[in-house]
């Protein structure tokens, strides 16, 4: 599966920005979906990440409360909606789809997005 993040942008601090994971492939519906981010110097860190149904989610403890994330198997679509957002929210942020694995380890995912950039000004 080939993925394409996008809705990255600038906001103030307490703000909102919801991205979007456009998914290639008819097997869409066979990967479990994560979103990760990541900041200069720090490694890939997992944000949220969706079963191969909606219905089970996790969340980084950092972002609970705050983000949703969802999918739409019928259009191959992921999202993170992202509210109150933080200076520390700030990074390049990776959607990956995975088959198998821990749905919080990196290496578990085999497909990833191309990143979408989030800025957040306090």
């Known amino acids: 599966v080939q993925l394409q993040a996008s809705g990255g942008g600038s906001v103030q601090a307490g703000g909102s920005l919801r991205l979007s994971c456009a998914a290639s492939?008819?097997?869409?519906?066979?990967?479990?979906m994560g979103w990760f981010r990541q900041t200069p110097g720090k490694e890939r860190e997992f944000v949220a990440a969706?079963?191969?149904?909606?219905?089970?989610?996790y969340y980084a403890d950092s972002v609970k409360g705050r983000f949703t994330i969802s999918r739409d198997n019928a259009n191959n679509m992921v999202y993170l909606q992202m509210n109150s957002l933080k200076p520390e929210d700030m990074a390049v942020y990776y959607c990956?789809?995975?088959?198998?694995?821990?749905?919080?380890?990196?290496?578990?995912?085999?497909?990833w997005g191309q990143g979408t950039l989030v800025t957040v000004s306090s």
């Open positions: 969706v079963g191969w149904s909606a219905s089970i989610t």
């Open positions: 492939g008819r097997t869409f519906s066979s990967y479990a």
């Open positions: 990956a789809a995975r088959r198998g694995g821990t749905y919080n380890y990196m290496r578990s995912y085999e497909s």
